[in-house]
Structures are given as structure tokens and as C-alpha cells.
């Protein structure tokens, strides 16, 4: 697989950014994709987004449910890599003390997953539309203690890349890392970030940029 491509950068320049943003495009789409079907559907302002790319619009070759081989684990972490090159220079540019949430769609949400239990927690959130953990329960995975770090992880009974049992497996996995963890299973909806999965990060980057901790809108 080859080397990532340079991200798409679009909303407020970090320095000016209330809160920083990376968000994910799934497998056989494109930064342009994610602003069509996710970032553009946003109302909350002051937020500087980025936007990474990958080669091939793929971020790792197989199915993120098929066990672990070493050439995933290696296009994976190659991926991991690039994503956290542009998260420190996203954090670097905006400020370090500014919140960051990560998250993505599908395949990048699924890559954002494998993020936290890489690199987490930092300061801010992460969502999951549409994700879980790459590999299987027997694999061999990295854990972290995400330290009651916001999380939002959604799925659907009805999605061709995602499975129910996938879908739960990635929020026990959440649940051992201690994460602030709100799920939502969505019957009937196809593979896409329907209008409620938008409206959740839409409220979680509104309490980032106003200085809360996400979930303030959600009862105990």
C-alpha cells in the first residue's frame, strides 16, 4: 500500500479554532466524501477540521472483522502513524490546550478506534460512526486506559461492513478501557451517518468549543 496523501484542511485555522477536528472517510471514499455526507451537515462553528486521505481510499486491505495478518497489521500501522503525524501537527498549529476529537466513519471509524487503544486518551473525544475494533477477539490487540475520555460508537443490524457482534464486541473493548462510552444501534439504517449519528457529533464539537465535557446533554 502506498504512502498516505496530503489531508484536507477546512473550517477555522487551528490557531483561530475554538476546537480541533480529524475525521476519518471510510474505505473507497475521499476527504470530499466526508464534508458531503458528514462535515458540511455540521452547524457548530469554530472548529478547524482535517481531513486525511488515503492511498488508494483505503486505510488497510481487509475487512476489519477478518482475523489478523501481518500485512494488516502493517498497512494498520502505517495508517496509525499517519494519523498521528497529522493529529500532532493539527495540535501543534492549533494550540495544545485546545480539545481534539477524533473520529471518523466506517473503515475511519474503525481506524480512529484502533487510535485510542494506540495513542489515547487525550484531551477531548472520539466518535465511531459506524466502527469497531480491526481483527478479532483472539487477536493479539493494544488496550489503553482512556480514563473516562467522551466516546461515541454507533452501528447498525443492517450494515454489510459492520456486524452487530463487532459492533459489541468494540463497545465491551470500550467499556474495559474506561471510556465515557455512549453507543447507539440503529435498526434498518443502511451504511451512511444518518441525520441523528451527525447530530450527536455536531453536540459533542458545540460542548468542546464552549469549554464542557461532551455528554452534558445526555442524562445520567
Known amino acids: 500500500m502506498a504512502s498516505h496523501a496530503e489531508p484536507l484542511n477546512t473550517g477555522l485555522a487551528p490557531e483561530d479554532a475554538d476546537v480541533l477536528c480529524v475525521f476519518v472517510h471510510g474505505r473507497t471514499q475521499s476527504p470530499e466524501d466526508m464534508i458531503e455526507q458528514v462535515i458540511g451537515r455540521l452547524s457548530v462553528r469554530g472548529v478547524s477540521f482535517c481531513l486525511p ?64 487503544m494506540t495513542y489515547g486518551p487525550w484531551n477531548g473525544a472520539m466518535v465511531n460512526l459506524t466502527g469497531c475494533r480491526v481483527g478479532q477477539p483472539s487477536d493479539t490487540r493494544p488496550e489503553r486506559d482512556l480514563d473516562g475520555m467522551p466516546v461515541y460508537l454507533t452501528g447498525s443490524d443492517q450494515d454489510p461492513w459492520i456486524p452487530v457482534h463487532a459492533f459489541a464486541e468494540a463497545s465491551e473493548a470500550l467499556g474495559r478501557a474506561r471510556a465515557r462510552l455512549r453507543c447507539e444501534l440503529f435498526p434498518g439504517r443502511t451504511h451512511q451517518a444518518s441525520e441523528m449519528e451527525v447530530a450527536a457529533l455536531d453536540a459533542m464539537l458545540q460542548d468542546l468549543a464552549e469549554g464542557s465535557r461532551p455528554f452534558r446533554r445526555v442524562a445520567a
Open 53 to 116: 486521505r488515503a492511498a488508494e481510499k483505503s486505510w488497510y486491505a481487509a475487512r476489519a472483522t477478518d482475523a489478523l495478518t501481518e500485512a494488516t497489521r502493517c498497512e494498520l500501522g502505517t495508517s496509525l502513524d499517519y494519523l498521528h503525524g497529522l493529529a500532532g501537527a493539527l495540535r501543534q498549529a492549533g494550540g495544545r490546550d485546545k480539545p481534539l476529537l477524533i473520529g471518523g466513519f466506517s473503515q475511519g471509524a474503525c481506524l480512529s478506534l484502533e487510535y485510542a
